[in-house]
Every structure is written in C-alpha cells, then in structure tokens.
C-alpha cells in the first residue's frame, strides 16, 4: 500500500516559515487596528463618538492582539532542530 | 482613619518582606537553583517597571482630564511586545551576543565600541530620568501626605521625599550592587519587582472591582456613567493619539529601565514568547479600571480633590480603609520598582562610562594590571545610584509638585526617545556609523531639551524667550518651531526632534566612513542571526596570559577568572593553567569582561595589556561585505566552470582525434606491413624459383618481370613514406617554374591514366589555360595526381564523375560519389587515414596528407569542401601564384 507523496517536501518548515509571516504582520495589522480611532470625530457634538464604545472597540481589539500573540507565542518558541526532519515525500 | 504611625509600620514591613524576597532568590541563585527565578512568568512580572506610579495614580487623573487618552501609554508598548518577532528578538539576541549591559553600551558596542556614544545616550539617559525619578518620589509623598494629618506643608513633603529616597537608594545598592554579575543579572531585584508587579496589578485591580461592583451597579452602569460624565465623547485629536501611540512605542524599547529589565536581565529568548502577549495582558489588565475609577471618582468626590489621587481618596472617601491601604502599597510598590530599576540601569551606564573610562586614563596605561578593579566599579555602581537619587530629589525640590503626572511622563519618555532613531539604524542598517549616531543623539537632545525639557519641567526659561525667541528671532521659539504655531506641545518636540534625529543619523551615515571596528561591529549586529560565531577583534600580540588573568581576577573575581582561563586551557589542550593568548582567547575574554564594565571599556582594558586592536582586512572581508563577496565568489566559480568545460571539451575533441589516429595508426601498421609483405612475399617467392632452376625461358621473362612489378611497388611505397618525411621535416628545395595550369591538370591526367580507366573527367580548359603559375610545379602536379587517383579509387558512383572548377586563385575538385561523412572529414588529412579498409586502393593512406604539406610548403592550400554533392577538395593556390594569373 503506497501513500502518495505530499508535493511540498518539508511541510512543517514550510508551515513555521508562513508562521512567522503572521508573526511579522501582526503588529502592522495591530497598529491599523488601533490608528482607526484616527477617524472618529472628536469634539463635543451629535456626530461625536462616544466613549463607552470607543472604550469597548479599544479593549476588543486589544483582547484581539493578545489572543493572536498567545496563539503565535508556542509555536514560535519552539526550538528550531525540531524542524530538520522534513516532509514525508 | 488610620493612624499615620501605623501606616509608616506597614509600609516599613512590607518594604521588609520586599527585603527578604530579595535576599532568598540572591541565595537561591547563588546556589544555582535559579530555575523557578527565571520562569517567563517572573520575565513577564518584571517588564511591569514600565508601569509606575505615574501608571498607577496618573493614569486616573490622565482619564478624568482627557478621557481615553491614557490608553496611548499601554497601546504602543502592546504593539512593540506584540511584534517581538520583527524587533524584540533581535535587540535581545544582540544583547546576549554583545553581553550588553545598557542601552549606551548597546549603541557604544554597535558604532566601534565608541565611548564617546556610550557617554551621549548616559547623559540623555540621566537627564531623562530624573523627573521621572522625582515623580515617583512625588507620588510617593502625595499618597502620604493623604493618610497624613491635616496640615501637611511643603517641609513634611520634603521631608518624606527624602527619606523615601534615603530607603530606596539602601535597598538598591544592597541588591542591585551586591555583587558584579559577568551577565548583570540581579535576581533578587527582578524577584522582589515581580512581587511588587502583582501587588500593584492586584491592587488596582481591587479598587476597580470596588468602584464598579460596590459604588457602580455593575458594567452596564458604569457605561452608563461614562456616557453621562464629562468625558463621555472622544476628545482625542489624530495627532495625539498617533503621535503619543508612537512616543510609547519608542519608550518601552529606549527607557533605561526597560532596557534592563527585557534585554539585560533576560535570560532566554523563548521568555519573550510569552512576554508577547502577557505583558499586553498585564497592560490590559492594569488599565482596565482607570476611566471607571476616573468617572466615578469625578462623580462622587468633592469638587477640586486631585484626581491624581483617586485611586487612593476614592475608597478612603467611601470608608474602605483596608482597600485605601492595599491601594496605596500597590502606589508605593509601582514607584518603588521603577526607582529600583531605572537607577540600577542608570548606575551601570554611569559607572561603564564615564566612571571607569574617567579612571583607567587617570591611572595611567597599565591601569588594568593595578588596583582591584571590581572594588573601584562596584563602589562607583553605589556612588551612582546615590547621585542619580539624589538628583531625582533635589529635581522634586526644585520643581515642587505642581505638575500633573502625566506631562512629567510624557516628557521623560519623549527624552529617551531620541535614542530610538540610531538604535533602529544601528540594527537594521550595516550603513549607519558612528558620526551619524552621534549627530543625531545630539540633534535630538538639543531639541529635547530645548523645546519641551525646560520649558516643561518646571525649570523654566524666561518668559520673553518663550513668546519672542532667543535675541527676538520668532521661527526660534521653543513651542513653535519654524514659526508653526498652536501644536501641541509633546507632538511639537517629537515631530520635530524624530524628524532631525533621523535625518542626522541617516546623512552623518551617508557622508562619514566607518572605522574597521564599526564595520565589523555593524556587520555582527545587523546579522546577528547569520553569525553565531563572531569574527575575532584581535591579532596576535603581546599579551602574556599571566597578565591578562590578573586582570580578569580583578574585574571577575579570582574564582570565575581561573575557570574561565582554566577552561580555555582546556579547550587547547595545553597542559596547567594559562591558555595560549590566541586572538579567538581575547575576543572571549573581552566579552566576559564587558558582561562586567560594559564593552568600550572591556575593550580599553585588554587594549593596553594587548597593545591595541587589529583588524585585519580578512576579519573585514569576511563579514563586511559577505553577499558582494558570495556574488563574487559565485561569478568567478561560473567562469572557472565554464573554462573548464570548454577545456574538457577541447580534450575531448583532441582524445577522440588521438584515439582515431591510433585507431589508424594500427591500421596502417597491418597496412603497411601487409603492403610491403605481399610484394615481398611474391618476390621471395618467384626469385626461388628463379634460383632452383628448371623453369622455362618465357616463364621466367614473366617472373622476372612480376619480380621487377613487385618491386617498383615497394619503391612507390617507400618513395611516399620518403616524400612525406622530407616535406614535414621541411627539408624541400623547390624548383619554381612558371607554366599554366592547363599543362599543369594535363600531366596529372596523364600520369594516373592507367587508374582512371572509369573517370570521366570533366575541365574546362579556357579557364586553366588562362590560369598561369609561377611555382614547383613539380609539387603542384603531385597534388593534382593524388586528388584525382583518390577519386579514381574511391568514388562510389555509378558512372564516377569528377569535376575539375578553376575561379581565380581556388581550384575544386569535385567527384559526384557519397563524399565523405562529416566525422571523418577533421581526420583525412592526416597521415595514414584510410577511410574505408579495403585493400584496393593500393595506397597507404598517405595522398591527402602529402597534398596537406605540399600545399603548406608552397604557401596555399588544401581542405576538403563541405556542402558540395560528392567529395570536393578546395585548393587555393598562394598568392604569388595567383597575382601571376592576373
């Protein structure tokens, strides 16, 4: 019974170097995250965003950081020899 | 309320208990039992310094002032800390590699090991610090001064300054000078700061769930409360909120204390994986509160109460003692740790470099052989905690607590960051130099100083410099730079100092060139992942290792120094104690070292037992310009494979023409041997027969006459051999003559008669007639005679044909058979070649390869035409010969 080769050889390298992709983007998709306050109108006013919820979009996107960090944080960590080994093509 | 006494006993014991947590991770490091100490978790506690008590009581009065603009504080560093794969973990690699022990000794390592940098960013650093040293002092003594009775006046503040800063700067000297760690590690500081970590968080945390909970029906109502307060509405201009994200961004990577606690103090890499999004969480955690506490403190306290104070009165005010009291250790644990830290930093930047540098030039040149070393640091490491607290109070004197905390802040973080442009550059860019950190540090401090540091710190400038510019030049004024007017005044030096800053450090790059160090420097830091081992600064010199350990006795101590030196032995191989001075020995010692002093000092050190660095061009090339020099590399294998194959295919070529000529070699050696032995063999054996007698007369005409047959064939044969050997040998006498060609062909035709029996030979005698020669015909003739009994021999065709074509100086031969196929052609001409093995040529193979000589020796020549029906033989008659045609 043969299995078919997988065509990436080295999957998990692969996958680890795409990982650190995100891991680079995070912080630039972070500060979008939190320059979009940058367009609410400040002042007094109908129009005026009101803190409450400027409040709350805050911490949610912040909440949003952490858990993507915390997600990241394990695999990145891992020590690098774990990778020899490539695929199983 | 509480009695003032019984605060000061529960301060003072918690201070205690601070004390012994700190004293039982020292001995529980000592003993190597430092695992659970170097826990993330511990790592993730201690990066809290960056919230002190400006974060702790500020951050409400921040709320209560400008509603969620406190958030900008924890925003930048969430994103620095959320991103450490891009940043953080190259700052730290760096910092183990380089055993860096400051951000000055980091940009000091980066640009050549410059001091003159190391001095630069101690003094931005100093001068940044001490507001923020004499705001936590200030938070210290208005969180007292609340439990206080009545009637506090300006002495008793004072007083309690002092004697806050008294306690602190004990308790730093006691832990964080205890001994000179080669890797400037303080456990007991980090574990008794992570301690306090959890108590502020804890205690802020409390408030809140007290303010939301107990004062406030929950979240909804506190919503509810946020939308009816005064800061219900977002308030916060783009500029600010940029601007201010940014400066905290920069903050948590240049302040010295953060510096420390996440680069110096690190110990594991991996711990910033976790750090990532604990210390966002922390930050979450600690501001989580702060606008609720702040409407809520706006709603229920008197009117004019400090909001900076909320945190504090608010619960007192509602009668909770006990969580007034938590509150205030938590305010009391945040100052405290940032003091702790930042004049640990501060102490080893001044002692690294100004300290010591000060002193080993003041001792003369073999200063590093005299004196213990580590006595002289660890006194001026306690000197300049003592200084740098002092200065922080004698600041908070100066000043007065009339600031609000929060511009206290921003204006120390705005400070320190004037060391982010070269930092960056100095990771990121192998270009920046040392002239252009220089350049831009200064640029940045000056505008610093000069646009927000006096003008803001309470230390004031005149007034008609503030509104006219310096000597009445308005574009000069320090808040309105260039004459634009009404900018905020933080967005104002940031925009301005960054802008100038950076530009500094990229033209001083751009125009300066960097010294050998400062390349190789660069090139290490910029590619720290690329090098795992460091190129050695160090040639071979005069250093004698006795010395050198004398030296490293004094800075490491004597038991640290032997293993280090006894280990290398070791790993030399040399038998006793003292390893061999090898450059690779030096480059490791001086890292040791500068884990101790800082590296332009470790590097000075060994420099004046060494006597000076060398960095040769090797060392240079083998960092400076690795990818030009891979490209290089990679061009020259190219052209080296190219010219080796081109060369393998010359041999090739030549092989395969040797292994035919050897192939025809044999073949004329049967041939030959074949040719003479069949003549030989008949003459043998008619001439005995001859000799027995009894033959009758007309059979022995005719025996006679095979004999003489026989003979003349033998005398052909070695006639070519002769002919052949004579004309390569260039023994050959020509006879020129004139005559034409016509004649020429005619006495050719005329002498293979016999052979051309089948060969219809086709001329065109006008055209030779008109050819006239002037050569050894003889010779030329010869050539003809072989072309055409070639053709008589081995033309294939049918009913063979041979064409004879004369265009001025060239004549072709052209017979209408197959020719000769395309491999052969290359080896026709030599000697021997007989393309097919048939014996009925009766030649050796030996026609064309005289045609070749003759045809040299006359000047022409002869090769054989491609393209043509059947096989044709240019021969192209010398020039002599041709102009005689004309």
Same mark, same amino acid.
């Given at each position: 019974?043969?299995?078919?080769?997988?065509?990436?050889?080295?999957?998990?390298?692969?996958?680890?170097?795409?990982?650190?992709?995100?891991?680079?983007?995070?912080?630039?998709?972070?500060?979008?995250?939190?320059?979009?306050?940058?367009?609410?109108?400040?002042?007094?006013?109908?129009?005026?965003?009101?803190?409450?919820?400027?409040?709350?979009?805050?911490?949610?996107?912040?909440?949003?950081?952490?858990?993507?960090?915390?997600?990241?944080?394990?695999?990145?960590?891992?020590?690098?020899?774990?990778?020899?080994?490539?695929?199983?093509? | *309320?509480?009695?003032?006494?019984?605060? $000061?006993?529960?301060?003072?014991?918690?201070?205690?208990?601070?004390?012994?947590?700190?004293?039982?991770?020292?001995?529980?490091?000592?003993?190597?039992?430092?695992?659970?100490?170097?826990?993330?978790?511990?790592?993730?506690?201690?990066?809290?310094?960056?919230?002190?008590?400006?974060?702790?009581?500020?951050?409400?009065?921040?709320?209560?002032?400008?509603?969620?603009?406190?958030? $900008?504080?924890?925003?930048?560093?969430?994103?620095?800390?959320?991103?450490?794969?891009?940043?953080?973990?190259?700052?730290?690699?760096?910092?183990?590699?380089?055993?860096?022990?400051?951000?000055?000794?980091?940009?000091?390592?980066?640009?050549?090991?410059?001091?003159?940098?190391?001095?630069? $960013?101690?003094?931005?650093?100093?001068?940044?610090?001490?507001?923020?040293?004499?705001?936590?002092?200030?938070?210290?003594?208005?969180?007292?001064?609340?439990?206080?009775?009545?009637?506090?006046?300006?002495?008793?503040?004072?007083?309690?300054?002092?004697?806050?800063?008294?306690?602190?700067?004990?308790?730093?000297?006691?832990?964080?000078?205890?001994?000179?760690?080669?890797?400037?590690?303080?456990?007991?500081?980090?574990?008794?700061?992570?301690?306090?970590?959890?108590?502020?968080?804890?205690?802020?945390?409390?408030?809140?769930?007290?303010?939301?909970?107990? &004062?406030?029906?929950?979240?909804?109502?506190?919503?509810?409360?946020?939308?009816?307060?005064?800061?219900?509405?977002?308030?916060?201009?783009?500029?600010?909120?940029?601007?201010?994200?940014?400066?905290?961004?920069?903050?948590?990577?240049?302040?010295?204390?953060?510096?420390?606690? *996440?680069?110096?103090?690190?110990?594991?890499?991996?711990?910033?994986?976790?750090?990532?999004?604990?210390?966002?969480?922390?930050?979450?955690?600690?501001?989580?509160?702060?606008?609720?506490?702040?409407?809520?403190?706006?709603?229920? *306290?008197?009117?004019?109460?400090?909001?900076?104070?909320?945190?504090?009165?608010?619960?007192?005010?509602?009668?909770?003692?006990?969580?007034?009291?938590?509150?205030?250790?938590?305010?009391?644990?945040?100052?405290?740790?940032?003091?702790?830290?930042?004049?640990?930093?501060?102490?080893? *930047?001044?002692?690294?470099?100004?300290?010591?540098?000060?002193?080993?030039?003041?001792?003369?040149?073999?200063?590093?052989?005299?004196?213990?070393?580590?006595?002289?640091?660890?006194?001026?490491?306690?000197?300049?905690?003592?200084?740098?607290?002092?200065?922080?109070?004698?600041?908070?004197?100066?000043?007065?607590?009339?600031?609000?905390?929060?511009?206290?802040?921003?204006?120390?973080?705005?400070?320190?960051?004037?060391?982010?442009?070269?930092?960056?550059?100095?990771?990121?860019?192998?270009?920046?130099?040392?002239?252009?950190?220089?350049?831009?540090?200064?640029?940045?401090?000056?505008?610093?100083?000069?646009?927000?540091?006096?003008?803001?710190?309470?230390?004031?400038?005149?007034?008609?410099?503030?509104?006219?510019?310096?000597?009445?030049?308005?574009?000069?004024?320090?808040?309105?730079?260039?004459?634009?007017?009404?900018?905020?005044?933080?967005?104002?030096?940031?925009?301005?100092?960054?802008?100038?800053?950076?530009?500094?450090?990229?033209?001083?790059?751009?125009?300066?060139?960097?010294?050998?160090?400062?390349?190789?420097?660069?090139?290490?830091?910029?590619? &720290?992942?690329?090098?795992?081992?460091?190129?050695?600064?160090?040639?071979?010199?005069?250093?004698?290792?006795?010395?050198?350990?004398?030296?490293?006795?004094?800075?490491?101590?004597?038991?640290?120094?032997?293993?280090?030196?006894?280990?290398?032995?070791?790993?030399?191989?040399?038998?006793?104690?003292?390893?061999?001075?090898?450059?690779?020995?030096?480059?490791?010692?001086?890292?040791?070292?500068?884990?101790?002093?800082?590296?332009?000092?470790?590097?000075?050190?060994?420099?004046?037992?060494?006597?000076?660095?060398?960095?040769?061009?090797?060392?240079?090339?083998?960092?400076?310009?690795?990818?030009?020099?891979?490209?290089?590399?990679?061009?020259?294998?190219?052209?080296?494979?190219?010219?080796?194959?081109?060369?393998?295919?010359?041999?090739?070529?030549?092989?395969?023409?040797?292994?035919?000529?050897?192939?025809?070699?044999?073949?004329?050696?049967?041939?030959?041997?074949?040719?003479?032995?069949?003549?030989?063999?008949?003459?043998?054996?008619?001439?005995?027969?001859?000799?027995?007698?009894?033959?009758?007369?007309?059979?022995?005409?005719?025996?006679?006459?095979?004999?003489?047959?026989?003979?003349?064939?033998?005398?052909?044969?070695?006639?070519?051999?002769?002919?052949?050997? &004579?004309?390569?040998?260039?023994?050959?006498?020509?006879?020129?003559?004139?005559?034409?060609?016509?004649?020429?062909?005619?006495?050719?035709?005329?002498?293979?008669?016999?052979?051309?029996?089948?060969?219809?030979?086709?001329?065109?005698?006008?055209?030779?007639?008109?050819?006239?020669?002037?050569?050894?015909?003889?010779?030329?003739?010869?050539?003809?005679?072989?072309?055409?009994?070639?053709?008589?021999?081995?033309?294939?065709?049918? $009913?063979?044909?041979?064409?004879?074509?004369?265009?001025?100086?060239?004549?072709?031969?052209?017979?209408?058979?197959?020719?000769?196929?395309?491999?052969?052609?290359?080896?026709?001409?030599?000697?021997?070649?007989?393309?097919?093995?048939?014996?009925?040529?009766?030649?050796?193979?030996?026609?064309?390869?005289?045609?070749?000589?003759?045809?040299?020796?006359?000047?022409?020549?002869?090769?054989?035409?491609?393209?043509?029906?059947?096989?044709?033989?240019?021969?192209?008659?010398?020039?002599?010969?041709?102009?005689?045609?004309?």
């Amino acid at each position: 019974m043969s299995q078919r080769p997988s065509i990436f050889l080295a999957r998990d390298t692969y996958r680890r170097r795409r990982l650190r992709d995100v891991a680079r983007v995070l912080p630039v998709a972070g500060t979008v995250l939190l320059m979009l306050p940058l367009t609410w109108s400040g002042g007094s006013g109908d129009g005026a965003q009101l803190n409450s919820t400027a409040a709350i979009y805050i911490f949610g996107a912040w909440l949003v950081l952490i858990l993507a960090a915390a997600a990241l944080a394990g695999p990145l960590s891992r020590p690098e020899t774990e990778e020899t080994g490539g695929g199983d093509g | *309320m509480l009695s003032f006494n019984l605060l $000061v006993g529960i301060a003072l014991s918690y201070v205690a208990i601070l004390f012994v947590v700190a004293f039982l991770a020292e001995r529980r490091a000592e003993r190597g039992r430092d695992g659970w100490l170097r826990s993330p978790l511990i790592y993730t506690l201690s990066l809290s310094v960056y919230c002190t008590g400006w974060t702790f009581y500020g951050a409400v009065g921040y709320a209560a002032r400008s509603g969620l603009e406190y958030l $900008v504080i924890y925003l930048g560093p969430t994103l620095i800390l959320v991103g450490w794969w891009a940043l953080l973990r190259k700052l730290v690699r760096v910092g183990r590699t380089q055993r860096i022990t400051s951000i000055a000794d980091l940009i000091s390592s980066r640009f050549g090991k410059s001091n003159t940098l190391g001095v630069i $960013v101690t003094v931005i650093a100093v001068v940044a610090t001490t507001p923020y040293i004499a705001l936590q002092l200030q938070s210290v003594t208005l969180s007292v001064s609340v439990f206080a009775a009545q009637g506090w006046g300006e002495a008793e503040l004072q007083a309690t300054a002092f004697w806050v800063a008294v306690g602190l700067a004990l308790f730093t000297i006691l832990f964080g000078t205890r001994n000179l760690d080669v890797n400037e590690r303080h456990h007991g500081v980090v574990m008794a700061i992570a301690l306090e970590a959890v108590v502020k968080l804890f205690a802020l945390l409390a408030v809140g769930v007290f303010v939301v909970w107990q &004062v406030a029906d929950g979240p909804a109502d506190v919503l509810a409360r946020i939308d009816a307060s005064s800061q219900a509405e977002w308030q916060i201009g783009p500029g600010r909120w940029a601007g201010l994200i940014f400066l905290s961004a920069a903050a948590v990577l240049c302040l010295p204390r953060m510096f420390h606690v *996440m680069v110096v103090e690190n110990s594991d890499e991996r711990h910033l994986a976790t750090a990532s999004w604990a210390f966002p969480l922390y930050l979450g955690a600690m501001s989580l509160f702060v606008l609720p506490i702040a409407v809520i403190g706006l709603d229920v *306290m008197p009117e004019g109460s400090n909001p900076d104070l909320f945190v504090l009165t608010l619960p007192l005010h509602l009668g909770a003692e006990g969580l007034a009291f938590f509150s205030f250790l938590g305010g009391l644990s945040s100052a405290t740790s940032m003091v702790i830290v930042a004049s640990i930093a501060l102490s080893i *930047m001044v002692s690294n470099h100004i300290v010591m540098p000060i002193w080993l030039s003041s001792t003369g040149d073999r200063a590093s052989m005299s004196g213990d070393v580590r006595r002289i640091v660890i006194l001026s490491r306690r000197v300049s905690i003592a200084v740098v607290l002092s200065l922080g109070w004698l600041y908070f004197q100066l000043s007065g607590a009339r600031e609000s905390l929060a511009s206290i802040g921003l204006i120390s973080f705005a400070g320190s960051a004037q060391i982010l442009p070269p930092l960056l550059a100095g990771l990121f860019w192998r270009g920046a130099t040392r002239i252009g950190a220089g350049a831009g540090l200064g640029i940045g401090f000056a505008i610093w100083v000069y646009t927000l540091f006096l003008p803001g710190s309470g230390l004031g400038l005149p007034e008609s410099l503030m509104t006219d510019g310096p000597a009445g030049i308005g574009w000069l004024r320090p808040q309105a730079l260039f004459g634009i007017e009404g900018m905020d005044p933080v967005l104002h030096t940031v925009l301005w100092s960054m802008l100038f800053n950076t530009l500094a450090v990229f033209a001083g790059s751009v125009l300066s060139f960097p010294s050998p160090l400062e390349r190789l420097q660069g090139a290490q830091v910029v590619d &720290v992942f690329a090098h795992s081992d460091s190129p050695k600064g160090w040639g071979q010199g005069t250093a004698e290792a006795e010395d050198l350990l004398v030296m490293a006795q004094r800075i490491l101590g004597s038991a640290q120094a032997h293993r280090l030196f006894e280990g290398q032995a070791r790993l030399q191989g040399t038998a006793g104690y003292l390893p061999e001075v090898t450059p690779d020995f030096l480059h490791r010692l001086e890292r040791e070292l500068a884990g101790s002093v800082g590296a332009a000092t470790a590097h000075a050190m060994i420099g004046q037992i060494q006597g000076g660095t060398s960095v040769s061009v090797e060392d240079l090339i083998a960092v400076a310009d690795e990818t030009a020099q891979m490209r290089e590399y990679s061009s020259r294998l190219e052209a080296k494979s190219a010219e080796l194959t081109l060369t393998a295919q010359k041999l090739r070529e030549a092989n395969e023409k040797l292994t035919a000529l050897s192939i025809q070699k044999d073949g004329f050696l049967s041939q030959i041997s074949h040719e003479l032995r069949t003549p030989m063999t008949s003459i043998r054996a008619f001439s005995e027969l001859l000799r027995d007698g009894g033959v009758p007369a007309d059979e022995r005409a005719r025996f006679a006459s095979i004999i003489q047959d026989e003979a003349v064939r033998l005398t052909r044969l070695l006639d070519d051999l002769l002919d052949l050997s &004579v004309l390569e040998n260039g023994q050959v006498t020509l006879n020129i003559a004139g005559g034409s060609l016509v004649d020429l062909i005619d006495r050719a035709m005329a002498a293979t008669e016999r052979q051309t029996t089948g060969l219809r030979i086709i001329r065109d005698r006008d055209a030779e007639a008109g050819c006239l020669l002037e050569t050894d015909l003889d010779r030329l003739s010869q050539v003809f005679i072989n072309l055409i009994s070639n053709a008589a021999k081995y033309c294939d065709a049918a $009913v063979p044909e041979l064409r004879i074509e004369v265009n001025g100086r060239t004549i072709d031969v052209i017979d209408n058979g197959s020719g000769i196929p395309k491999p052969s052609r290359r080896i026709i001409f030599e000697k021997f070649s007989r393309l097919s093995d048939h014996a009925a040529a009766g030649g050796a193979g030996l026609g064309l390869a005289i045609c070749r000589e003759i045809m040299e020796k006359l000047g022409g020549s002869i090769d054989y035409l491609p393209g043509r029906e059947g096989a044709a033989f240019r021969v192209v008659l010398p020039e002599a010969q041709a102009l005689a045609a004309e």
